[in-house]
């Protein structure tokens, strides 16, 4: 498929457990922006990488989070002694942000977390 | 700090047009304005965009404010598949794109 890949959909895990979202966006993208979505919310900004670097990681919560896109293509999003709080979907989307590009964000399918 | 204002929740009848607005007073003159729509255990998709002229697509129009500080998303015939979550988002310099609450748009029969 050429769309945004998210696995696992649905992770349930407990309390203070560590968990591993992982992304794999459209071919060629040259953006990729993490978001966590509680029911009847707007997706919450998390991090948003250019290439490998993180060039906004300003809406990660606390440090239990961290993401990573070693090759500037799959990226992991990693959330460590989980708390219940955590439980929300988590949306990864892929941008094209070269010239030409419309910047337009292509989003995949999401991650489903619960911590129980 | 989603830098945009829009109505909670809005109502179409089926077939008729629909006009989404939202403020954005804040607004830079290099943001851009962004339009996305999640439709039920969706992942948002993309509308529309628009940075100062108005703009017209297969899926809607973008009306933007000769101040830029406001713009307005037309539906010209409103189906009962558009009843989806539309957000209203500005891109800025940074390539930043953070979401607001949204319009919550129902169609009716």
């Known amino acids: 498929g050429a769309g945004v890949s998210q696995t696992p959909s649905n992770k349930v895990t407990e309390k203070g457990k560590y968990v591993e979202l992982r992304c794999d966006p459209i071919?060629?993208?040259?953006?990729l922006y993490w978001y966590r979505q509680s029911l009847g919310q707007g997706p919450e900004f998390l991090i948003y990488?250019?290439?490998?670097?993180?060039?906004?990681d300003s809406g990660l919560p606390n440090d239990r989070f961290f993401a990573v896109r070693p090759e500037g293509s799959v990226s992991t999003l990693k959330i460590q002694r989980t708390e219940r709080g955590d439980s929300a979907v988590y949306l990864c989307?892929?941008?094209?942000?070269?010239?030409?590009?419309?910047?337009?964000?292509?989003f995949g399918e999401g991650s489903r977390l619960t911590v129980l | 700090d989603a830098k945009t204002t829009q109505p909670n929740s809005m109502e179409s009848n089926e077939e008729e047009p629909v006009h989404l607005p939202c403020n954005h007073s804040?607004?830079?003159?290099?943001?851009?304005i962004h339009w996305y729509r999640q439709l039920p255990s969706q992942g948002p998709e993309y509308v529309i965009h628009?940075?100062?002229s108005n703009v017209n697509n297969r899926m809607a129009s973008l009306a933007i404010a000769e101040d830029r500080k406001s713009s307005t998303l037309i539906l010209h015939r409103a189906t009962l598949r558009d009843a989806a979550v539309y957000y209203c988002?500005?891109?800025?310099?940074?390539?930043?794109?953070?979401f607001g609450a949204g319009t919550r748009l129902t169609v009716k029969p």
């Open positions: 989307a892929s941008s094209f942000l070269g010239r030409g590009g419309t910047g337009e964000l292509f």
């Open positions: 071919s060629g993208h040259t953006a």
């Open positions: 990488f250019q290439g490998t670097g993180a060039a906004d």
């Open positions: 804040t607004i830079s003159g290099t943001d851009y």
């Open positions: 628009g940075l100062t």
């Open positions: 988002i500005l891109r800025v310099l940074n390539n930043d794109m953070r």
